[in-house]
């Protein structure tokens, strides 16, 4: 109950769907999901990568991912209980060096050190998934300054006649596919 979860199943299911879609996962990429929560995009994309880290600050939220990960028999995905602004730039610091990088932050977006760890850990891709654009095109402007490209977004409607929308964006690293 404590953990942070979508409440629109059909809609949940097309947004982490078109997540995963724009990360373009190769069966040997590293990947980083940063504010996992409960690990529902993690675990999803662990289908396809060889190794998913999973980082979240409820801790809760945390043993629920290690349990869903365990009851879905994916042993290819660990799950971290820190501040992504913590715990990421010491993993790119001890060389960890994702293929993709999965950012889901709250609405107040990404702090300057996730952006900073972003910029030295070099994915090919990130995927920034957001319910408030004006703090994602904020991250993304800072992340397009370090060297990456804004290739792509998709709104996905979760409260129909409601004002907001997750928005999924994908930037490239310039030089990668």
């Known amino acids: 109950p404590l953990s942070f ?26 990947v980083v999901d940063a504010y996992a929560g409960a690990g529902t995009i993690a675990l999803c994309m662990a289908r396809t990568a060889k190794k998913v880290v999973g980082i979240e600050i409820v801790p809760q939220a945390v043993e629920a991912a290690k349990r869903n990960a365990e009851a879905g028999g994916i042993t290819n995905a660990e799950f971290h209980t820190a501040a992504v602004e913590d715990l990421l730039p010491v993993l790119v610091k001890d060389g960890l060096r994702p293929d993709v990088i999965m950012l889901d932050p709250p609405r107040k977006g990404v702090e300057i050190q996730v952006v900073e760890a972003v910029l030295k850990a070099r994915p090919r891709r990130v995927v920034y998934v957001s319910c408030h654009v004006p703090t994602q095109a904020r991250d993304i402007k800072l992340l397009c300054e370090g060297g990456y490209r804004f290739e792509a977004c998709q709104p996905v409607d979760m409260f129909c006649w409601a004002g907001g929308v997750e928005n999924v964006a994908v930037l490239t690293r310039n030089g990668c596919d």
């Open 5 to 30: 979860f979508q409440v629109n199943p059909p809609q949940t299911e097309r947004l982490y769907q078109c997540a995963i879609d724009l990360a373009r996962l190769k069966p040997d990429d590293i």
